[in-house]
């Protein structure tokens, strides 16, 4: 069950992601339509082109964040919420531990 509402979840996401690109490029196209009918095929390639950069922009942030991760990141207010997540926090920690124990081994010599 955990299982199908994440990936509905995720999808959600993904589709919002996609949509925003597309609707952006569609509306321009249909104010250029307006203006000039005889543009409907540049109203298109338009829309098109929404449509891939959609596409493309949902699956980079899939791919890289995970959808619901990054708009909840994107969303979250800094108030709040800290700002980085628990696992950079941690690796933020390391780096400055490393860099410590480095001045530390060069003072020493």
């Given at each position: 069950?955990?299982?199908?509402?994440?990936?509905?979840?995720?999808?959600?996401?993904?589709v919002?992601?996609?949509?925003?690109?597309?609707?952006?490029?569609?509306?321009?196209?249909?104010?250029?339509?307006?203006?000039?009918?005889?543009?409907?095929?540049?109203?298109?390639?338009?829309?098109?082109?929404?449509?891939?950069?959609?596409?493309?922009?949902?699956?980079?942030?899939?791919?890289?964040?995970?959808?619901?991760r990054?708009?909840?990141?994107?969303?979250?207010?800094?108030?709040?919420?800290?700002?980085?997540y628990?696992?950079?926090?941690?690796?933020?920690?390391?780096?400055?531990?490393?860099?410590?124990?480095?001045?530390?081994?060069?003072?020493?010599?």
């Open positions: 069950m955990k299982k199908i509402l994440s990936f509905f979840i995720e999808a959600v996401f993904w919002q992601f996609f949509i925003t690109p597309l609707i952006v490029c569609a509306l321009i196209g249909v104010f250029i339509y307006i203006k000039n009918e005889r543009l409907l095929w540049l109203s298109i390639t338009l829309t098109s082109l929404g449509a891939i950069g959609g596409v493309i922009y949902a699956e980079r942030v899939r791919r890289r964040h995970g959808t619901s990054y708009a909840a990141r994107i969303s979250a207010t800094s108030d709040i919420w800290p700002d980085q628990p696992e950079e926090i941690e690796a933020r920690e390391k780096r400055a531990r490393n860099e410590r124990s480095k001045k530390e081994r060069k003072k020493t010599r």
